[in-house]
């Protein structure tokens, strides 16, 4: 059975990703703070055809509790076959306005918790020589936007991060590799001026693909989508 860990499932890349996970009949972590919309996707992923679905209660800002997820999934199903890192956060102010707390309220969520995560899970994963691990990283990750200046240096610093572990993971039957969505049409593109360019569920084809099919020659890509 296929096992597949996915943070940030509760609303747009995050549930249609876990959506598209669960229509190839996989077992399901999900990882992030209790709320209806976590409920709605893990019901959704069961009527989908999802094995089974494991809501893994975390607040991505807290080590602690990422770990304890991770020990949670491991002890129930096992080593994952690929761990999505989706969530994110992104707050639109001026350098100046960007206060300290949301700069530092960034770096947890978009660049720590996955190292958190990551470092957690891969010792199992080594263990049983096989499993990809996918981030969810953004155009961002290539450019600069004003108003984005947290948000753009988190998604570099996650490739970063993501090109690193790459080069650990030579030969030894894992991959990792970045998906870079342009605007794509969720709440988080709402009231940034820009006009969505693709869905979530084109995003989350793309990154089943490469965290379920795709060879393990692409580790260490970044493979951006720029939209239609």
């Not at 249609?16 to 893990?42: D, F, M, N, V």
């Not at 709440?187 to 001026?193: D, F, K, N, P, V």
Request: one cysteine or more; hydrophobic letters at 45%; aromatic letters at 4%.
């Amino acid at each position: 059975m296929t096992r597949v860990l996915i943070t940030g499932a509760s609303r747009g890349i995050g549930r249609a990703t876990a959506i598209a996970c669960a229509a190839r009949g996989t077992e399901l972590g999900l990882i992030g703070r209790p709320s209806k919309e976590q409920r709605e996707t893990t019901d959704l992923c069961l009527d989908r055809g999802a094995r089974r679905v494991l809501e893994l209660a975390a607040d991505l800002t807290v080590t602690s509790e990422i770990e304890k997820a991770a020990a949670e999934f491991l002890r129930v199903c096992g080593p994952p076959d690929a761990v999505i890192h989706n969530a994110g956060i992104a707050a639109r102010t001026s350098i100046e306005d960007t206060t300290l707390a949301s700069w530092e309220d960034h770096l947890r969520v978009n660049l720590t918790a996955p190292y958190v995560l990551t470092r957690a899970l891969l010792p199992a994963m080594r263990a049983q020589r096989s499993g990809r691990i996918v981030f969810v990283a953004s155009i961002s990750s290539t450019l600069g936007t004003a108003k984005l200046s947290a948000y753009c240096a988190t998604k570099w610093g996650i490739v970063g991060f993501m090109k690193s572990l790459a080069a650990e993971l030579t030969d030894s039957g894992l991959m990792t590799c970045a998906v870079l969505p342009g605007s794509v049409d969720t709440q988080m593109l709402a009231g940034s001026g820009f006009p969505a360019r693709m869905t979530p569920e084109d995003v989350a084809r793309t990154l089943l693909h490469y965290a379920l099919d795709a060879p393990l020659a692409h580790n260490g890509a970044s493979l951006e989508m720029f939209g239609v």
